[in-house]
Structures are given as structure tokens and as C-alpha cells.
């Protein structure tokens, strides 16, 4: 049984970071952060795909301040997140499955459960 277990999350003031922790039970070549807040669709964070050489997106409103960081060995992703604002409010979900680059989230066939993330002004 295909397990995604995440860890971190909570609250924060806006300027401030977090970590997040995603464990996979086996090796995907594409893992992702997702999150969606109240009200809106769930869109990529940051996604990682593994063919030969790390292949990193991150969304525009994250870039510079959001990093993933992949351990293949141990097949974790994580998620820094730094100057955190409260835009970045929402569940953030770790994700798995695509054998491609994307930042479809019907292409990813397994998920965690979703950890908050609250940055309050």
C-alpha cells in the first residue's frame, strides 16, 4: 500500500518559515507540493521529477523563497518556505505518481492527507 506521510505545518506570522516534510513509502520520479485554500483550486507549489538530472518547478508566487529539496535514498521530498505571507494560507498536500514533469494534480494518482499552513499578518 502506496503510503504519503507529511509532517510539519501550523501556524506562523507572515516573514516568517516552515518546513515541510513529505515520506513516501516507495520511490516516485514525480513528487509535488500542492495547496489549495478555501474557496480555490488546488494548484502546484512545487514539483520535482527525477529523469537523470532533478527537474524543479516552483509556482511564480513561491519562486525565490520556496525550496524542494529531494532525498532519493530515502524517498523524502521537503518543502522550505521562507519570508511565508498570508496569501500562503492554505492545505498543503504532498503528492506522487506522474512518470513526467507536470503540475496537473489529476496526473498524480497518490496523496497525503494535507497539512494547514496558517501565515497570519
Known amino acids: 500500500q502506496v503510503r504519503l506521510e507529511e509532517s510539519g505545518g501550523g501556524s506562523v506570522q507572515a516573514g516568517g518559515s516552515m518546513k515541510l516534510s513529505c515520506a513516501a513509502s516507495?520511490?516516485?520520479?514525480?513528487m509535488a507540493w500542492f495547496r489549495q485554500a478555501p474557496g480555490k483550486e488546488r494548484e502546484a507549489v512545487a514539483t520535482?521529477?527525477?529523469?537523470?538530472?532533478?527537474?524543479?518547478y516552483y509556482h511564480h508566487a513561491v519562486k525565490g523563497r520556496f525550496t524542494l529539496y529531494r532525498d532519493i535514498v530515502k524517498d523524502t521530498v521537503a518543502l522550505q518556505m521562507n519570508d511565508l505571507k498570508p496569501e500562503g494560507t492554505a492545505l498543503y498536500y504532498c503528492?506522487?505518481?506522474?512518470?513526467?514533469?507536470?503540475?496537473?494534480?489529476?496526473?498524480?494518482?497518490?496523496w497525503g492527507q494535507g497539512t494547514q499552513v496558517t501565515v497570519s499578518s
Open positions: 520535482v521529477y527525477s529523469g537523470g538530472s532533478n527537474n524543479y
Open positions: 503528492a506522487a505518481g506522474p512518470q513526467r514533469m507536470t503540475t496537473e494534480a489529476r496526473a498524480f494518482d497518490y
Open positions: 516507495r520511490y516516485f520520479r514525480t
